[in-house]
């Protein structure tokens, strides 16, 4: 006999459901990409032609709806560290890893807030996110300081605060593309014991 507190398997959506998850995610990436990630939830459904009650069953509540808006971001960057993890350079891997993190949550303007917020929140689904980068992030980081490269104690959840508020300074700062870069060379003079 089954445990009580084993999950049903999901069933697959119907077809007009499907749809309508669809549409949602469109109108959540290009609302995002316009007006940031604090973007009307209303909107994105009275764009998707929906009811607000439609978006919440799917997503029940923003950072769901981000989750799932960055589920492909994510799967890219998951990739992109399996690749940096056969460098030879251990630490230029960790530089170019905590770059495209910054990249990432500059996306969309809020991002990096809700990012950080989300890191210290199991609850969060934004946590889906979070958890497998900072898994991907660890494995670089080890990986260069057992090269030498990074002082023992630097730890993956602060880097990862790092990257988030980088990436918030340079939202800040608009007229200036080239701030995010300046503060993460900044940011690796205190991490490494020798530049690489």
């Known amino acids: 006999m089954a445990s009580s507190t084993a999950q049903a398997p999901r069933r697959p959506m119907r077809a007009d459901a499907r749809r309508n998850y669809e549409r949602l995610l469109t109108e959540a990436r290009n609302n995002f990409a316009e007006y940031g990630a604090d973007a009307s939830l209303e909107d994105v459904a009275r764009r998707a032609g929906v009811g607000i009650g439609t978006l919440y069953r799917h ?67 934004l946590t889906q996110c979070h958890v497998p980068l900072r898994d991907a992030g660890e494995r670089l980081l080890v990986r260069a300081q057992r090269a030498g490269h990074v002082r023992s104690e630097v730890s993956i959840d602060d880097l990862m605060q790092l990257t988030n508020a980088i990436a918030l300074a340079a939202e800040q700062s608009p007229d200036d593309p080239e701030l995010a870069d300046r503060l993460l060379k900044l940011t690796l003079t205190g991490l490494t014991e020798t530049p690489e």
């Open 59 to 125: 997503f029940p509540n923003r950072h769901a709806l981000l989750s799932a808006v960055f589920q492909e971001a994510l799967a890219s960057l998951l990739e992109r560290s399996r690749e940096l993890t056969e460098s030879d350079r251990p630490c230029g891997a960790l530089v170019e890893w905590l770059r495209a993190l910054i990249t990432h949550a500059g996306e969309y303007r809020g991002l990096s807030r809700a990012l950080m917020s989300a890191s210290h929140d199991a609850s969060s689904a």
